[in-house]
């Protein structure tokens, strides 16, 4: 009785080993830049949001003034794997901007941004397109009022966006090349769980 209670013990054991392995294997390469009990360190404010971490979720719904707020990472980044957590009322007016230019001014123009928008007027590039750079491939998904994933990939001049692990849009443009990543908030409510970045 004895030795199969030590056998299963050690068949326990091993199974939670594997399965620990199996984790940090997935992890590897991957480095988290913001989450609740780690907040926005890695990041600098732009703009007159509100920014704050409400009950372990970083989020935005003000604006002191008319300009936009970002969290402009403090690094930069060149080709890389980017998954962001994320949630927006109807409303919202936000998006991802990567290989930003100008790390204290941040425009559509002068980043690539993975735009969260449900209600813009010209919806080819609403949630899930890249603003002025690349539409939406097929119908647009609606992000307001639950959470939601992106995965953007960005290897030279390709960057491809998936929302929801559907492909929304996918580009081939050489003009940024790196840059900070920028989460912003323009109107609505915004907020983000998760923000992780493996570079390639």
């Avoid at 404010?45 to 372990?56: E, I």
């Avoid at 936000?94 to 941040?106: A, E, V």
């Avoid at 119908?139 to 559907?166: C, F, H, R, S």
């Amino acid at each position: 009785m004895k030795r199969k209670s030590v056998i299963a013990t050690t068949l326990i054991v091993t199974a939670l080993t594997v399965v620990g392995c199996a984790t940090m294997q997935s992890l590897t390469g991957w480095t988290t830049l913001l989450d609740g009990p780690k907040g926005f360190d890695d990041f600098d404010r732009v703009g007159s949001s509100n920014w704050a971490v409400v009950d372990g979720i970083v989020q935005a719904d003000k604006k002191a003034g008319k300009e936009n707020g970002f969290l402009v990472s403090k690094n930069a980044y060149t080709d890389f794997q980017l998954r962001v957590e994320f949630w927006a009322t109807d409303d919202a007016n936000s998006g991802i901007f990567m290989r930003c230019q100008n790390p204290k001014i941040i425009t559509d123009k002068s980043c690539y941004e993975a735009n969260i928008f449900d209600q813009r007027k010209d919806p080819s590039y609403g949630t899930g397109g890249i603003v002025h750079f690349a539409k939406i491939i097929g119908p647009m998904q609606k992000a307001g009022g639950k959470w939601n994933t992106y995965e953007i990939t960005a290897k030279g001049p390709n960057i491809v966006v998936v929302l929801n692990d559907v492909k929304t849009s996918e580009l081939n443009h050489t003009q940024f090349t790196s840059g900070p990543i920028a989460l912003q908030h323009g109107s609505g409510v915004v907020k983000f769980r998760k923000v992780q970045i493996k570079p390639l």
